[in-house]
């Protein structure tokens, strides 16, 4: 389970709250091992964030297995993206820093993101990933996620056609081993496997309720409640109208995505 920790809100954090998150960080001996748990991570963020997923910008990093390291890295992110309030920050896999430089594990994240947005099978709104600066003097390093929410209308998600078809030509890259292949294909094929996140001190207050995500999420419609409306879910929460978060569940008819607000249905079947 990886701890939220709020970019805007950086500095308030002290090293105990960096070391628990490096401590409790799911080791991957195995980039096969690796690959899966950064994808379940990215698919944990909507809930963490109360967003949609095709909403988020995501960038995955690598820093050294470190307070010092990890808090620089996400100074340097923070400022990258401009010190938007909405962005938040996960460890998602600690490995041997020997292991992730000679196997290339980077190079491999850059093929596989290339080949989803080729194919039009990205399902966040954006993702980046690239050089983290040099390596550290350090035995072990770790694999983070930071992501921010972008303004602007909901997605509709992602065909799983274009999702095939990205497999594929990942399938036919020669560079890439085939059992990291099968693990990715698998899991952006399944979408569902997520993982949970929780916050970390220190949590936002009533009082600091982050402007611009409050932007983006009006209060639910129905006379009296005053929890979020859901995104997409025609201005009702999850608690007054049945709602169905893209990619969490499989259609009640077939086992497509069901699509969200849409009673648990894709959009064939209802």
């Not at 990093?61 to 620089?72: E, I, K, M, W």
């Not at 596989?112 to 550290?136: F, K, M, Q």
């Amino acid at each position: 389970m990886g701890h939220v920790f709020s970019l805007s809100k950086l500095d308030d954090y002290d090293d105990d709250d960096f070391g628990l998150a490096l401590k409790e960080a799911t080791r991957a001996q195995q980039l096969r091992e690796a690959a899966p748990l950064v994808i379940a991570a990215i698919h944990g963020l909507p809930a963490a964030m109360d967003a949609e997923l095709s909403q988020l910008d995501v960038y995955i990093g690598r820093a050294g297995a470190s307070v010092t390291h990890l808090r620089n890295r996400w100074l340097a992110r923070r400022a990258a993206f401009q010190g938007a309030p909405s962005t938040r920050a996960v460890v998602a896999v600690r490995a041997k820093t020997r292991r992730i430089r000679e196997e290339n594990w980077e190079r491999t994240a850059q093929r596989v993101v290339n080949s989803l947005t080729a194919h039009g099978a990205l399902c966040c709104s954006n993702a980046l990933t690239g050089d983290s600066g040099r390596w550290p003097d350090l035995e072990d390093s770790v694999i983070y996620l930071v992501a921010r929410l972008r303004r602007g209308k909901i997605g509709v998600g992602v065909r799983e056609s274009a999702l095939r078809s990205a497999v594929g030509d990942l399938l036919d890259n020669d560079d890439l081993e085939a059992d990291v292949v099968r693990e990715v294909s698998r899991h952006i094929l399944h979408p569902d496997r997520a993982t949970t996140h929780e916050s970390i001190h220190p949590s936002l207050g009533d009082d600091e309720e982050d402007d611009e995500m409050q932007g983006e999420r009006p209060s639910c419609k129905s006379e009296g409640c005053e929890m979020h409306a859901k995104p997409g879910n025609y201005g009702f929460c999850g608690m007054h109208r049945p709602y169905v978060t893209q990619g969490s569940a499989a259609c009640r008819t077939c086992g497509r995505t069901a699509k969200p607000g849409n009673y648990g249905f894709c959009g064939y079947h209802r």
